[in-house]
Antibody, heavy 114, light 107 residues
Framework: EVKLVESGGGLVQPGRSLKLSCAAS????????MGWVRQAPGKGLEWIGEINQDSSTINYTPSLKDKFTISRDNAQNTLYLQMSKLGSEDTAIYYC???????WGQGVMVTVSS | DIQMTQSPSSLPASLGDRVTITCRASQDIGNYLRWFQQKPGKSPRLMIYGATNLAAGVPSRFSGSRSGSDYSLTINSLESEDMAIYYCLQHNEYPYTFGAGTKLELK
């Protein structure tokens, strides 16, 4: 069974950084593109970006490219999202997703507030 | 960026109805179109991939179709468990883009 479990969320002050993790199991992690999607409270879905199997290709939504970095550790079956210069507009549930969003994690809440 | 114009934004319907939700792509996306269902407090669930293919475990009352740049999700004989928000996603070109969502609710 495919399982994606996000962690690392919480309350963070504006301007600070935060790193999310996504632990994957139940499939061959290093065979799949992996990505992140977010959803602000009461809003729709926003695709953040995705990374290929060997980390040689990473694509981002242009508006987030300068503040978010996606990476992965295939030995640990883990996907990461490094977020910097956070603002209130980044308050959202962050979902880890596999293979163009075929499978999703349960999501982790990030709240940016002083 | 490719814009996905989804309609309607809200769809009141009755149990047993047949309903259709549509996404129009601003550029050619081939069949790289997925539909997702999201219930309150839950993660989205893949329903349709490749514009017309039913994902594993999805009831056969769901179907996807394409007419030119218009992509549709149809639910035949609506059941109470189908009440949710539905989103389309194009994954033909970066950045991937979602439709704004359609809230399906009981009339």
């Amino acid at each position: 069974e495919v399982k994606l479990v996000e962690s690392g969320g919480g309350l963070v002050q504006p301007g600070r950084s935060l790193k999310l993790s996504c632990a994957a199991s139940g499939f061959s992690f290093n065979d799949y593109w992996m990505g992140w999607v977010r959803q602000a409270p009461g809003k729709g879905l926003e695709w953040i970006g995705e990374i290929n199997q060997d980390s040689s290709t990473i694509n981002y939504t242009p508006s987030l490219k300068d503040k978010f970095t996606i990476s992965r550790d295939n030995a640990q079956n883990t996907l990461y999202l490094q977020m910097s210069k956070l603002g209130s507009e980044d308050t959202a549930i962050y979902y880890c997703a596999m293979g163009a969003a075929g499978y999703w994690g349960q999501g982790v809440m990030v709240t940016v507030s002083s | 960026d490719i814009q996905m114009t989804q309609s309607p934004s809200s769809l009141p319907a009755s149990l047993g109805d047949r309903v259709t939700i549509t996404c129009r792509a601003s550029q050619d996306i081939g069949n790289y179109l997925r539909w997702f269902q999201q219930k309150p407090g839950k993660s989205p669930r893949l329903m349709i991939y490749g514009a017309t293919n039913l994902a594993a475990g999805v009831p056969s009352r769901f179907s996807g179709s394409r007419s030119g740049s218009d992509y549709s999700l149809t639910i035949n004989s609506l059941e109470s468990e189908d009440m949710a928000i539905y989103y389309c996603l194009q994954h033909n070109e970066y950045p991937y883009t979602f439709g704004a969502g359609t809230k399906l609710e009981l009339k």
